[in-house]
């Protein structure tokens, strides 16, 4: 079917105006700031001295972990790799089979939680959880923190993760590991290595320390 020269005339025409539609507004004569130089918000760094967040996780209820750490605002570009990413570490216990029913242990098991920070935004960071026994890992998942509301999430029922801010003009209390009946009783620290393909962590007691690693979906 033939098109009339006014329909061959208005295909160009519509295609200019809906790019200048389309075509970003600059505010003042200023270019969009780009993606490496937006500011975001990130954990430790320099960020000491600064607002904080509390982290606790909570088993039934029942609070079995709570750390604080500093946040602030930086710009992406500035953020700079570490030798070993910084990670948050705890333990308790669970039956396995709590996490799916693809795991067939029905007896309770040391359980190892680890948290790292994953991703930077302009309103919020993306924290990294895992959970995993000695063998395997049981869930890999994400937990947005923001730094002027609490957050909550709770992949697994009676399992909850909560983020909450403390600002500088209050009191931050120091880091803490409480223990739950049949917790291990040893405190630990651990790392992910940077550019590794393993979640690795080290636990660190009286005369000795223990080093142990677990595969993990970066």
């Given at each position: 079917?033939?098109?009339?020269?006014?329909?061959?005339?208005?295909?160009?025409?519509?295609?200019?105006?809906?790019?200048?539609?389309?075509?970003?507004?600059?505010?003042?004569?200023?270019?969009?700031?780009?993606?490496?130089?937006?500011?975001?918000?990130?954990?430790?760094?320099?960020?000491?001295?600064?607002?904080?967040?509390?982290?606790?996780?909570?088993?039934?209820?029942?609070?079995?972990?709570?750390?604080?750490?500093?946040?602030?605002?930086?710009?992406?570009?500035?953020?700079?790799?570490?030798?070993?990413?910084?990670?948050?570490?705890?333990?308790?216990?669970?039956?396995?089979?709590?996490?799916?029913?693809?795991?067939?242990?029905?007896?309770?098991?040391?359980?190892?939680?680890?948290?790292?920070?994953?991703?930077?935004?302009?309103?919020?960071?993306?924290?990294?959880?895992?959970?995993?026994?000695a063998e395997r890992v049981l869930l890999n998942t994400r937990h947005v923190a923001r730094p002027d509301t609490p957050a909550r999430s709770?992949?697994i029922r009676g399992l909850e993760l909560i983020t909450r801010p403390v600002h500088r003009v209050e009191r931050t209390p120091p880091n803490?590991?409480?223990?739950?009946?049949?917790?291990?009783?040893?405190?630990?620290?651990?790392?992910?290595?940077?550019?590794?393909?393993?979640?690795?962590?080290?636990?660190?007691?009286?005369?000795?320390?223990?080093?142990?690693?677990?595969?993990?979906?970066?």
């Amino acid at each position: 079917m033939s098109t009339s020269p006014a329909r061959r005339c208005a295909t160009p025409l519509s295609a200019a105006v809906l790019a200048l539609t389309l075509r970003p507004v600059l505010v003042s004569g200023q270019a969009l700031p780009s993606a490496r130089d937006q500011l975001v918000w990130h954990w430790f760094g320099a960020c000491t001295g600064s607002d904080s967040l509390i982290l606790e996780f909570r088993v039934d209820g029942k609070l079995a972990y709570s750390s604080a750490f500093p946040i602030c605002q930086v710009r992406h570009s500035d953020i700079k790799p570490e030798p070993q990413q910084r990670l948050l570490t705890f333990r308790f216990d669970a039956v396995p089979r709590r996490f799916g029913s693809q795991y067939k242990a029905s007896e309770p098991e040391p359980i190892i939680g680890n948290v790292w920070e994953a991703g930077q935004r302009r309103t919020a960071m993306v924290l990294r959880v895992s959970f995993a026994t000695a063998e395997r890992v049981l869930l890999n998942t994400r937990h947005v923190a923001r730094p002027d509301t609490p957050a909550r999430s709770e992949w697994i029922r009676g399992l909850e993760l909560i983020t909450r801010p403390v600002h500088r003009v209050e009191r931050t209390p120091p880091n803490k590991r409480l223990k739950l009946p049949g917790a291990d009783r040893s405190k630990g620290s651990g790392v992910l290595c940077a550019g590794a393909h393993e979640l690795s962590f080290t636990y660190t007691a009286r005369c000795k320390r223990v080093a142990r690693s677990l595969s993990a979906i970066r």
